[in-house]
């Protein structure tokens, strides 16, 4: 009990620094001169006032966190922001309901960027703008401030950076004290989301959508502005804009920031992650565009591999951004697109899905079998990027592998029990636990999740909160041996 007010104590922390984000909305509906800007301040004040309930009822239990309490200080925090972020939505938007509002939040903050909201384009910019700066946070950047405020408040970080999965290959610290960190890969983050403001302004978006569609590439999400998503522009120049980005930011953020550091671009090259996925990438574009140029959906092939590479890097890279209706192309297509989702991005990034580090070990631990099989006295250690990965390491990975086909699976058969089609659960599960958004069927690219019942939408939260919380970090809590002393 004193561990669990514990972390209620710095919960109260969290909740208080995060009632200063509610400005942003509240700025930019005062520049915009709407009366939601009321209704923002209001959540926010609520937000704070809150937090600061919580820390001084707390105060007397205030002490240093255990590495376990972090899985449940993680777990705890995303679900009360994700709660207290959907407030000024059920608020602004006219017929919202708290399902439709906590999906909406969940889905930012998860940055899966799936939607159940109609007339898009009508919305009041702040509302437009809150779910964008919510992806922003929700992606790498609550990590981040985990790692950096935390320790300043009296509660150690480290355990907050691994609950994000990053390789144990590159889980060492980069800098010696992890508070600095954590501050650089912040640096890093923002810089980057600035480049991307820039590029898609000079691309020939207005500053808010540039503004607003930067906060949610660079944390890999395919939230828009619009109904019609990236449709709505119809830019080759802005689409190549969001590809560049979007390979960036599933990128490990802890090779940008080695890269950057040391000047040394070459650590790129060295990365077996980024070199994989862009061979994976790079490969799947020219021969899926061949396959639909073939198949004539469309009478050119510049015109072929202009919509395909969008649409698949979006895809592949977890973003989620939709600049055609993808689902009329041959079944292979968007069901390929969806499989690279599930294996494409690097850990460490803003991406969701098994992540390619764990999908390399998964394959050369299938090699490694199947050669000592033929000599079973020989010792073959497992090596990525020359570098020996230790048996508990791969254990976890098979481990994480069986939850992650589970969790698709056992989701899937619920949507099937409540009467959605087979298409349409599979995907929509898929896409939710790979944080994508779209899947096919009923919420394909051309529509959204708001055909699903209450029942079928909270099972979607359930896979985009487990997705992003890389299942460990959440289902460790319901096992026996967490809660013993």
Not at 88 to 112: C, K, Q, Y
């Amino acid at each position: 009990m004193r561990s669990l007010l514990s972390v209620i104590h710095v919960l109260g922390s969290v909740l208080a620094l995060f009632s200063l984000y509610f400005l942003l909305p509240v700025i930019t509906a005062l520049l915009y001169r709407e009366p939601a800007s009321l209704w923002f301040l209001g959540s926010g004040v609520a937000t704070g006032l809150l937090g600061l309930l919580l820390r001084r009822a707390t105060a007397r239990f205030k002490t240093e966190l255990k590495p376990r309490d972090g899985y449940l200080l993680m777990t705890l925090g995303w679900l009360v922001v994700a709660l207290l972020a959907a407030v000024p939505l059920m608020l602004v938007i006219r017929g919202l309901s708290l399902t439709d509002a906590f999906f909406e939040s969940m889905s930012a903050l998860s940055t899966t960027g799936s939607t159940v909201l109609t007339g898009i384009d009508a919305l009041p910019r702040s509302v437009l703008l809150w779910r964008q700066a919510l992806c922003w946070l929700g992606g790498m950047g609550i990590i981040v401030l985990a790692v950096a405020v935390l320790p300043l408040l009296g509660v150690g970080g480290m355990q907050m950076h691994r609950t994000e999965g990053p390789s144990a290959i590159k889980d060492a610290r980069l800098t010696p004290r992890i508070t600095e960190t954590a501050r650089l890969l912040w640096l890093v983050y923002a810089g980057m989301t600035l480049a991307c403001m820039l590029a898609y302004w000079f691309a020939g978006m207005t500053p808010f959508d540039a503004v607003s569609h930067a906060f949610s590439t660079m944390a890999l999400s395919g939230t828009s502005t619009h109904d019609r998503n990236f449709g709505y522009f119809n830019s080759p120049k802005i689409e190549f804009v969001a590809i560049v980005f979007m390979l960036v930011a599933a990128v490990n953020f802890s090779t940008h920031f080695i890269a950057l550091r040391k000047r040394a671009f070459g650590q790129y090259a060295r990365d077996p992650e980024a070199r994989w996925m862009l061979a994976w990438i790079l490969a799947s574009c020219i021969g899926l565009s061949s396959y639909i140029y073939e198949m004539q959906v469309y009478p050119s092939y510049l015109t072929t591999l202009r919509q395909v590479s969008f649409n698949l890097i979006s895809l592949a890279t977890t973003t989620g951004y939709v600049s055609t209706d993808y689902s009329l192309w041959p079944i292979f297509a968007p069901l390929w697109m969806l499989f690279l989702s599930c294996i494409c991005v690097s850990s460490g990034s803003t991406g969701g899905g098994i992540k390619l580090f764990r999908t390399l070990v998964l394959i050369k631990q299938s090699f490694r079998e199947m050669f000592t099989l033929v000599h079973p006295q020989a010792v073959a250690p497992l090596k990525i990027n020359r570098q020996v990965v230790p048996n508990r390491v791969v254990y976890s990975v098979l481990a994480f592998i069986f939850l992650y086909f589970m969790t698709i699976v056992t989701l899937t058969f619920a949507l099937l029990a409540s009467g959605l089609d087979l298409q349409s659960s599979l995907t929509a599960i898929i896409a939710s636990v790979n944080n994508v958004g779209p899947g096919l069927g009923v919420v394909g690219p051309a529509t959204n999740y708001a055909a699903l019942t209450d029942f079928q939408a909270w099972l979607c939260i359930v896979a985009m909160f487990l997705g992003r919380m890389e299942l460990f970090t959440v289902l460790v809590l319901f096992t026996s041996t967490f809660w013993r002393k």
